[in-house]
Each structure stands twice: as structure tokens, then as C-alpha cells.
């Protein structure tokens, strides 16, 4: 640009700066140069664009589920005599969204009543006399509000007194097996229908090729029935390498995962959900407070003279999580472009010709 | 650097290495030059600052919906009699969180108790005499267990009888018109916050400049009141281009997905959600199993004698789920910086004069 | 090209073209030419490598989250009476999922049944006589169906009867103290499992070294026991900067954000879970319809001669949203690799030697 301030400006602004180019004639120098392209050519065509696919536009996958489950069991217990479990007993909550869960052991305590009890003996809770307990205190790890009185709890154990719904849940005896052990022959249908707006592509898991009569006698098995959207309760927990009725006992949770990644370069058959199954909370039993999963709930009723009672659940189970993801590639015109221009990029050059020989001058200016 | 090898290291490090750099003096060649550098320019300016913002830094919302339903319905059925819904009644789980569910058809099978009753006829379960049933047998797809009894089902069918909540719920006169037609009338208030952490950004759905009164009264029309928080369920239905009462009778998922991609350069009144409506779940008839969406739950009660019956409803009607998904820009001194940095890429170079007729030679080449 | 065609094929194939370089022999030039080597060499390494850690993977999260609340509080109302609430009352829906929802503040009203009754006094219900109700009508923002008569609400007040949940809820005597008031030492247990795929890595909230009667015992502090899962409701909502009793009164919504960012080139202890707590609702009293939170639900019962009835309650309270986020880098070999190409890039150059003295041609050399 120095040199540029003392012309005229004019005839500055018509330069045009270039790099000096020479050609090589030798057959070794050229081979090695064309070697090179050759290496060139094959890393853009074959990795960029085969395996990295950077000519491809993704998007991300927008999905919609539905679960429906089905079966019933049978429970003969002190607490309730003999009972079948259909779907709106052991669903909770019954919506049938992405996440559902299927009760299979269980604490009852029915006929409960906003009334006084003795507390459950503990540390804190066990007392000699009405001294020992205070009016009105409520622990956080307690049942209720204290009313200030010792109470016998057995015989021989005394407990401060409180104000709850009483009698009050014992939830040590956890039966040994899963009451609702029929559980693992439940089946569940999944309806997921998927959309990649940006390529206005819609699709279900319930394929296009797939009829009636299939879908209401299969069952999903990864071998014969990969594209059967309805799973037995025990084979989904299996694949996730757990036993199904050890983990009825306590619960857990159990995420159904579905792969909707796809390349629409291929044609739209290939392109199918890929079901898989993982616990997703931790079954270590060490230092596992309150393992598996459980939640308590209750259904409330109204004796003939206007009292509240209600039955409280603690209902252990398998929450399922239906995890749906995915990214979907396809050709695009503008990327295809950008993918060729690469090329161009590292084929075409500026050259100028001069023999290895011919070190002269004359150079011929391309441009 | 073979020929470094030949000299003092010293020397070697002090050395330059640059390209030579002719400069051609022809109006023709230089105006092509000076062309392509306009459009270089044209391209950075316009195309990477202006079109694609690359000078832009990028953040993705946070958001929180609640969600509150407003209206009431009225259905004269013989199983319920003369009946006024609320939104206690029809919103399903009552949450109102940013799923909510509306009902608008159902099949009510009220006074189950726990009992025995003949299972309804279908190719497995109708049977000629006790022996065609099996005592404890529990098909996956039946209402109970068998007691191995074979009872009259209507006076010409006999079927295997089951221990189950009966009667059993007959789910095939589902009502050909939605029971809750007047459903399409009920409104939405959709109260969304966003926030952008990058930036600091918060913003609700329920604009500044809107005032109470206002918010009493309107309702979202696209055209009049864009940015009216409060929605005609049918209206959303209709710009989903669905219509209401077909897709009331068998249920159906319909997601509101609010936008908030918004650019801060500009000011914040700028920045607005953006409500569009989609179906969700798959409406083909064909191929569909369970088409629509429903779900069954129960309403338990005790009678006098302290047995529980209860009230099964299979609830059909539209899920609606929201759906909020935005990216912000803003100009970011940094990225402004690589963008000026870029257009200086393509208008700088290095240059030597060098006259179009001035061609001297004698240059070494080095490869 | 155009060179190339005037000779032989073959001949063509074997050209280098290459760019012409010099090679500057001056101790400045050389000096500035090395430092500009070295920055480039400090910026690939500072920069790229250990401030962007571009050689690094990264991955995100797929977690779950399963919440517990514990506590009891005490209400003493008019229409309840003495009462204690326990997890199943005060926590809606009991799933115990990422989102729950603590009772804090209520209108309940009780004993509602199908029937009619004067709507409630505004400026389109209040009537005169008959003639000013219609039959049938149904108000969106109304209670009911519109018998057509016109009652006394009050001695002094008339409103058109409707058909309705009788009698009609009146929520403007929402309580200004909290009833729940004990909620706020309500503590939760949060179990957060997190999964990195890409690096096979597993970790929960529940870090490994603590011990069982330290989780039975402790609660979150952010100073003395940052990694106990056990949070004090009142200690989140102060850590959100927001008062309890005053957030108690009409709802909110709390976002519970744990954030597992880690770089797995550390140890593996280094990488636990973050918590931060925000209110995700807008708290700002103008232009707040339906400020804060809550939802209507209801409790149906049967009366002995199978009427339904039901208690309406309109639950205020706290709906916390745990939102768990993060990504994880890791050392990557690819990425490494590709980190030291680009130092490469950067320090190879093709040369050729020049002497700064040896100006056959006579070009100028700028920089």
C-alpha cells in the first residue's frame, strides 16, 4: 500500500496483486504432487462426505407418546381378602403419558381416621412418662403432632402420643415377593409418532406395513417382532438385565429408550425405531436410602356420619420412562453445493507453466 | 529446511519465509479484482453479518408453564342422569402443569364391585360347558381370572366367568357424538416464563404493556389479539387444521408450541412468543389400534357395609400438551470482533508491485 | 489449463504448480517473523487447547430423578376441623417424579353435590327477575347452566340459579396466613441417577463416600453439607431469594437445578452434582392474573343412598421443578490428534532460501 501512495490513486485502484506460480515439469515432483490430489480427493469424497456426512442438514427429532397397559392380577391378602388389580387399580397415575407406572408390592393400611395413636417406638418417639412428650411438637421424621401423653405402644414399650391418621402405616413387613407378581405378564402398547420439521417428515413406530390383525396378537421380541410396539412388562426388564420379580419388591425405574436416528438419503423403510431398555435408578443396595421406588398415596372415603377415612397405600413399582431421541440426516442442496465447492477448494489452482529446466522468465499470469 | 541444515542454526532462525507477490497494472485484470473483492465484501457483510448473524452469540430457553382451564359442561346420560362438569371434574391429572387434559367423551361403568361375572364373548372366552374353562387361568387380554365356571353371558352365549370389577365395562358403544360437545366453547389461560441465563433475559407470554382488564375479556385470535395468554380450545383445534368434534369423540393429542426465538439486537418489545398448533398423535384410521387417545380410571367408594365399589370411566378426549422452544441472538463484542476480523481475511493482502510488462526473473523455487 | 492443452496429455498429468517463495535473510524481519510464530504457537496451545478445550469430547446428560417429601403439618379450620396432613394429603400428584407439588394454602369447600343454586354476584348474574336469566345458558366464565330463574343470593342481592356443584365455591376468602405454614420444615430426599453415554460414566447425587446414618441425619447446606440430597423447603425457596409464608400464601413454581458439568480428565471425585434454586414463575404483583399457583381438584364420595358429593378444594402451593442439566468433556484421542495438526497447520510453511542481499529480480518484499 506504501507503494501505492505515490501513484495516482486511479490507477492505483485498477492493481491487481497476485502470487507468483511456477510449474514443475518432472515426472517424480508430479507424481508425488498428483499422489497428494489423489489423497486429497479420497479424504473429501470419503471421509468428509461418506463418513462424517458434512454435506447432510440434521434435525433434531419432535415426539408424541402414548401408553396403554393391559392385564389384570389377582392378590389374596389379610388387609383386603381376594382382588383383582385391572388397569385403574395398578396404573397410577392412569393418563398413559410418557411415563407410567405399574404398582407391584405394596403396604395397605386401610380404615385409617384423623384420630390419636401412639407413635412407632424409636429413639425419640419411645417415653416412661407424659414428661418425656411435648404438646405440640411435630418432628419431621414423625407421624403427627405430639398431644403431650405416653402412651403403650406394646406391653412393655411406651410412645409419646400423636394426633394422625391413625392407626398408623407399619411399613417394615414389605412382603418377601411381589404381591402383584401376575405384573410381569402385563403388556404395555406404545404409540410414538415422531416429526423432523425442517424435512417435514412424519413417521409412527406403529409402521405403515404392519396390520390389524398383527398388532393385536404380537408382542416385541428384538428377533422375530422388532417392530411390535407391544412389550411384555418382564421381557423389557430382562433386556435391561435386571430380574423382574426382584425388582417388583422394592421397585425402580426402567427408561424404555427409542432411537429415531435416520438418514432419509436411504429410502423411508430404512428408517425404523430402535427400542432399548435401561434401569435408570441405582440398585446398589449400600448406602441406598429408601431404595428402589416407592410413593405413598390414598383414597379417601366418608362414613355414614360425615367422617373422613381413607386407605393409605404405599405403593411400590416400576416407573417406566419412555425416552424418545434421535437426530435425522439428509441431503440438501445447499450442503451437497458446499461439499463440491470443497473439492474445488483443494483440486483448482492458479498456475503458471515453467519447465523444472526453464528458469527463466516469460511467466504467464493466470487468472 | 534441507538447505538450513547447511548454515548456522542462528542464521536459519532469523530467516523469513513469505510468497512473492506479483502486481499486474491493467484496467481490465484489476477491475475484475476490485469486482470480486466488492462481492467478497458483499458476502461478508451481507450474507454472514446480516443473513446468518455469525457475529451473533446463540442461547436456549428455560422455561416454566402452568397452565389453568376455565368452563363448564353439562351431559344427560342414563348412567349419570342430568350432570353439570367442572374443571374438577374434566381436567385430568388437575395439575395444570404444562400437559393438561381435557375430557370430552367417556364410557361410565358405574357400581363395580369385587364379584364374579360371565367375561365378555370373544373367541377365547365363549365355551359350551365348565370344562372348555380353566380355573386360575388370566389371559393378558381378558378382564379377570377364571373360575372355571361356564355362565350365561346373554341368553344365547355362554362365556367363562371371571373374578373381576363387575359388571364389566362394554366399551364398544363408545357415544357417537363427545358426550362434553360443549368443550370446544371452554378456554385455557397459558402462562409461560421464559428465561435466557446467558443473557439475563426474562420474559413472560403475558406482555408488559397488557393491562387486567384486558386479560379479563380477551381471547388469542392470530390477527386481533396475537398475544391474548387465554385460548378457545376449538380455536387451537381449528389451526391445527382439525376439527373439534370429530376429534372429540375418540380423543386425540394436540400440541401448542410457543416460540420465542428472538434477535436482543433489536428492542425488547421485538421479542414476542409465537403461538402455533399441531396434532400430535396419528389420525389415520387405518393400521390403528386404539386410535385417538383415552385412558381409564375409577372414582372408589365404600358402601355402608364397608365394601369398596367404584365408578370406571374410560375417558377419551384431547391432550394438550405445550411445548415452548426458542434460541436468542445478540450482537457479542466477540464474535462482532471475528466477523470485522473476517472481511480484513479477505480484503488484506500481501502485495509487491510488479508491472504487467515488468517480468524479471531468476527466482529460486523451493518445494 | 489453457497451457496445458498445447501439449501432450500425459505430460500435463505430471505439473506441480506450486506458489513461489523467498526466503528473507534480515535479523528484524526475521525476529518479527518468529514472534509471530511463537504467538500463533501460544495461542494454539492457551487458547485452543486449554481455555476452548476444542480436543476435548463432550456429551450430555440422561438422568432421572425420583423425589420424596417428609412432614406433617396441623390446620384447624371451620370446615376441616382439627386436622393433621400427611405426605399422601399435602402432596399432589404422589408419583414423587421431577416435578411435586406441596399443598401450602387452601379454600375448601365441602359437601358439594349436582343441584342448583344463585351463581355467584357479578355484573352478568346479577337479574332483576326471571326474564333477565335464559334457560340453558352456559357462561365460559360462569359455574353453570342457567336454570332461567332469578334467586336471592343474598337478602339484598339477586343472581340467575344455575345448575351446578352445589354449593358454589367462594375463593375470594383465600386465608392471608398460610395454612400449611409447617410446610416450610417439610424436607425432600431427591435421588438424581445421571448417565453419560459416549463415556460409559454413571454417578448419582448420592455420592458414594457417604454413609447411610449420615443420610438419615443430615440436610442440604450449601457451606457444611453441600452433597446432602435432603433439602428444607424453606432453605430452597431462601436460596431463590424468596420468603416462604409470603410464596406460601398464593403458590409459586420453584425450579430445582442440579447441574452435573464435569471434566472426566480429573478424577472422578471432582465431578458431583451442583444445586442452584430459582422461582421459574413471575412473582410481579401487576398485570398478574391468577398470580402464583394453584389448581381445583376434588375428593368424590357416595352418601348412603348413592348420591355423589364431593369437596371441592382449590390448592395453593408450591410446585418444585427439579431440572437437571450439564455436559461432560473428556480427552479424546481424535481430538487431540486434531489439535496437534493444527499446530502443524500453523508452523510448516514451504520455502526456499533467499539472501535479504540477493535482489536479482528486484521485487520488493513487503510485510
Redesign the interface.
Known sequence: M??CSSQSCQ?C???????????????V??????LIQFLILVYVIGYVCVVQKSYQETDSV?S?V?T?V?????TNTSDL????W????YN??????S?F?VLTNMIVTPNQT?STCPELPNQSTICMSDSDCLEGS?D??????QTGLCMNYKETVKTCE????CPLEIDINLPEHALLA?AE???V?I?N?V?YPKFNFHK?N?L?D???SY??QCEFNRKTDPYCPIFRLKDMVSEAEEDFQTMAIRGG?L?IMIDWSCDLDWPEHHCGPKYSF?R???KIPE????PG?N????????T?DGRE??T?IKAYGI?F?V?VFGTVNAVCNWFLLTCTKRRDYYSK?K????DNTD?????????
Open positions: 506504501g507503494s490507477s485502484f485498477f492493481e491487481y496483486e497476485t502470487e507468483r506460480m511456477i510449474v514443475v515439469k518432472s515426472k515432483v508430479g507424481s508425488v504432487f498428483r419432535i408424541s402414548t396403554k393391559k392385564g389384570t392380577g389377582f381378602g381376594a382382588r383383582v385391572d388397569v385403574a387399580d397410577i397415575p392412569p393418563q398413559g403419558d411415563s407406572f384423623q411435630n419431621v421424621r414423625g407421624n403427627g403432632i400423636v394426633l394422625s391418621w401376575a405378564d402385563f403388556t402398547l404409540k409418532s416429526t409412527r406403529i405403515p404392519v396390520n390389524s398388532l393385536k425405574v427408561g435401561r435408570l435408578d441405582n448406602n441406598n436410602v429408601a421406588y410413593f405413598r398415596f390414598a383414597k379417601y372415603y366418608k355414614t377415612t381413607r393409605l416407573l420412562d425416552i489452482h498456475f503458471t507453466y515453467l528458469d527463466n522468465a516469460g511467466e504467464s499470469v493466470s487468472y
